[in-house]
């Protein structure tokens, strides 16, 4: 999944209900998770066994909803105390491809300041 510059990417810890569908997602980012779901960032839900992914976006004049189901494994769900995750885009690739959002062996984002 391509993730545009700019976009945030929230991901819901708990599992949520699969039958919910565009209606019930939204209601669920903006009533639970106080967030606005017509912002154009991406909202990521999964079932209790974690064999489902849900990505709720909306784009210019609508709604968009993206599924992926395992049919063998298990996506690597993060555990937090917060309701909601905010990850980057790489994170997200990382999830969706089998791998944990927190890669131990990655090397960690540098920045510097100027020295004048």
Do not use: T
Not at 41 to 63: A, E
Not at 84 to 96: C, H, K, S, T
Not at 100 to 109: I, S
């Amino acid at each position: 999944m391509i993730v545009a510059a700019g976009v945030r990417v929230y991901i819901a810890v708990d599992p949520v209900d699969m039958r919910k569908a565009i209606n019930g997602l939204s209601m669920l980012v903006s009533e639970e998770f106080d967030l606005d779901p017509l912002g154009g960032h991406l909202f990521v839900f999964s079932n209790r066994r974690r064999s489902v992914v849900k990505v709720l976006y909306w784009d210019v004049n609508g709604y968009c909803l993206w599924q992926k189901r395992l049919e063998k494994h298990r996506f690597r769900w993060p555990e937090s105390r917060s309701q909601v995750l905010e990850l980057d885009a790489r994170a997200l690739g990382w999830l969706l491809n089998g791998l944990e959002v927190e890669q131990r062996q990655a090397h960690v984002r540098l920045s510097y300041s100027a020295a004048c």
